[in-house]
């Protein structure tokens, strides 16, 4: 709604971006496509699809939800019901407090290692500056010798680690499986987490940025992070 400048956008959200936890995933400050994308998208949304425009209805389902609650609760249970609900109000937002510390904190780390990968690479040490995201903080103060054989090593490494799944539930140590094609006449199976149904037309995505995914699609995914959250506002549904 050009109601902030996007230097001033990117100064105060920047180090937000796809998979903004994974340290070598560049940030919206770094590379601004996917900014850029999604920008696209809320532009074309009225301001009825604010995410603030159906907060008041919202507020009003879960109260009459808490209200049945209560009414279903014996007198002493009631108490600790209202009060677990004023608990939940208080502290459950203050989860996004401390995640966007940590990913401020991350973001100073990938500039940090970003900046000591090109210098590696300016001295022949690493081949492309992103491979510094192979290495361990021990060897970014004293490479060690064949730095780029260990490198390809680990890259190696860290592809076969993606033909591998960890199931769902386990106890102890889980043990991998490997990752199968998936049966498109099988279905999607999956845990319902809210109310509701609705129609429209699917796209299924690996990770964030695999694909474009337009405004009112039915996004379907495996499982999502809370740096999704921005890709959401335009979904009809996510599944």
């Known amino acids: 709604r050009d109601r902030i400048s996007r230097p001033d956008f990117l100064d105060r959200h920047g180090f937000h971006g796809p998979a903004e936890g994974e340290l070598a995933t560049p940030s919206w400050r770094q590379n601004d496509a996917p900014l850029e994308a999604l920008l696209a998208t809320y532009r074309k949304l009225t301001d009825d699809d ?43 937002p203050l989860r996004e407090l401390g995640r966007c510390t940590f990913l401020k904190a991350i973001d100073v780390a990938r500039y940090a290692a970003t900046e000591i990968g090109a210098e590696l690479a300016r001295d022949g040490l690493l081949e492309e500056s992103d491979d510094v995201f192979q290495l361990c903080l021990h060897e970014l103060d004293a490479p060690p010798a064949g730095l780029r054989d260990l490198v390809v090593s680990r890259r190696a490494r860290h592809t076969g680690y993606g033909g591998y799944e960890l199931p769902d539930v386990f106890t102890g140590s889980p043990v991998p499986v490997t990752a199968g094609a998936s049966d498109g006449d099988a279905g999607v199976t999956g845990l319902g987490v809210s109310s509701g149904v609705v129609l429209g037309r699917a796209r299924v995505i690996r990770e964030l940025g695999d694909d474009d995914v337009e405004a009112g699609e039915i996004l379907v995914c495996r499982t999502t992070d809370p740096g999704w959250a921005s890709y959401f506002l335009d979904r009809k549904s996510v599944v």
């Open 50 to 92: 604010s995410p603030t425009a159906g907060q008041a209805e919202r507020v009003a389902v879960r109260k009459t939800a808490e209200d049945r609650l209560l009414a279903a609760l014996d007198p002493a249970r009631r108490g600790q019901a209202r009060l677990l609900f004023r608990m939940a109000h208080r502290f459950m």
